[in-house]
């Protein structure tokens, strides 16, 4: 069974449209992320939440404004998309057993392609 | 600022050999060292994990390394197969705020070729 599924797994739009993308886990951890991928395929940290509370934000721009409804999930909504949006988006999970140790999971993905 | 550099960029070897990938940061205060595997088109498959406080890890044909002194890692691949293709990620968990988080290299992209 997929640990941490993401919905949709590709999303074309028109650039100034609002998108949601979706997540969800089920290895029952306290900590989830949003990563960006880009062209380059740098992969770089947007958001993390640990148990509903946000607690990084890397200097995103506010059209991007993630929710935790509750532990297993974290959605990304995107505000007004620009062309520069365009890039593999994933989300991952983490359990929190101290000291930083534990191994983090990554959902399988969703590019999003701004026309 | 932590920067995580992966060398080389791109590789390819015929299948059977033995490799090396290269991982080296700038910060030695990590918590932890991982290494992924990204395949085409898909999420990222953590490999191993090693503490800070570790100098190496194993599984099955895959041995990492830790000089945490020297900021640096290796990822060591024992007879490649074509399966072994994929981009290989480095990142080292670090402290932020009153919380941790990754920082990832750019990868190695590997083609092993029968």
């Not at chain 1, 609002?18 to 947007?46: A, P, R, V």
Request: glycine share 8%; net charge positive.
């Amino acid at each position: 069974d997929t640990a941490v599924s993401q919905t949709p797994k590709y999303l074309v739009t028109q650039m100034g449209n609002d998108k949601s993308i979706k997540c969800e886990q089920n290895l029952g951890h306290d900590t989830m992320y949003w990563y960006k991928q880009d062209s380059k395929k740098f992969l770089k940290i947007m958001f993390s939440y640990n148990n509903k509370e946000l607690i990084i934000n890397e200097t995103v721009p506010n059209r991007f404004s993630p929710k935790s409804p509750d532990k297993a999930h974290l959605n990304l909504h995107i505000n007004s998309l620009e062309l520069g949006d365009s890039a593999v988006y994933f989300c991952a999970s983490r359990g929190t057993g101290g000291g930083g140790t534990d191994t983090q999971y990554f959902g399988p993905g969703t590019r999003l392609t701004v026309l | 600022k932590q920067e995580v550099t992966q060398i080389p960029a791109a590789l390819s070897v015929p299948e059977g050999e033995n490799l090396v990938l290269n991982c080296s940061f700038t910060d030695s205060a990590i918590y932890n060292l991982q290494w992924f595997r990204q395949d085409p088109g898909k999420g990222l498959t953590s490999l191993l994990l090693i503490q800070s406080s570790q100098r190496e890890q194993t599984s099955g044909r895959l041995n990492a390394s830790l000089d945490k002194s020297s900021g640096r890692s290796t990822l060591y691949i024992a007879a490649s197969q074509p399966g072994d293709s994929a981009t290989y990620l480095c990142a080292v968990r670090i402290k932020s705020g009153g919380y941790n988080k990754l920082i990832f290299g750019a990868g190695t992209r590997l083609a092993v070729h029968p």
